[in-house]
């Protein structure tokens, strides 16, 4: 089972910035660098969605509703996969999670809350 544990969360004005962080505790590096890992979001009343993925070899991709707005970068020393958000929408309000790529179930984690608003 990989253990993830998401933080950065909190409340943003419209137009602000966060960079959440997802780390691996109980993982090696060399294990944590062949994983394909995803940041996915649920917004309230919503299915959980894939916003942003960034593979092994750091391909990265996006949704189009987060794509030249959103960064996902990976540490794979720390090993810590980090999603920069900015001009925040009240849209982007959600429980952020992070997991693999394909998720796999016994890894969600608590996430962390992005609330958007004035």
């Known amino acids: 089972q990989v253990q993830l544990v998401e933080s950065g969360g909190g409340l943003v004005q419209p137009g602000g910035s966060l960079r959440l962080s997802c780390k691996a505790p109980?993982?090696?590096?060399?294990?944590?660098?062949?994983?394909?890992m995803g940041w996915y979001r649920q917004a309230p009343g919503k299915q959980r969605e894939l916003v942003a993925t960034?593979?092994?070899?750091?391909?990265?991709d996006y949704t189009d509703c987060v794509k030249g707005r959103c960064t996902i970068s990976r540490d794979n020393s720390r090993p810590t996969v980090s999603l920069q958000m900015n001009r925040l929408k009240p849209a982007d309000t959600a429980v952020y999670y992070c997991?693999?790529?394909?998720?796999?179930?016994?890894?969600w984690g608590q996430g962390t809350q992005v609330p958007v608003s004035s």
């Open positions: 960034i593979s092994s070899g750091r391909n990265t």
């Open positions: 997991n693999l790529v394909p998720v796999r179930t016994a890894s």
């Open positions: 109980r993982l090696i590096t060399s294990t944590f660098s062949a994983y394909n």
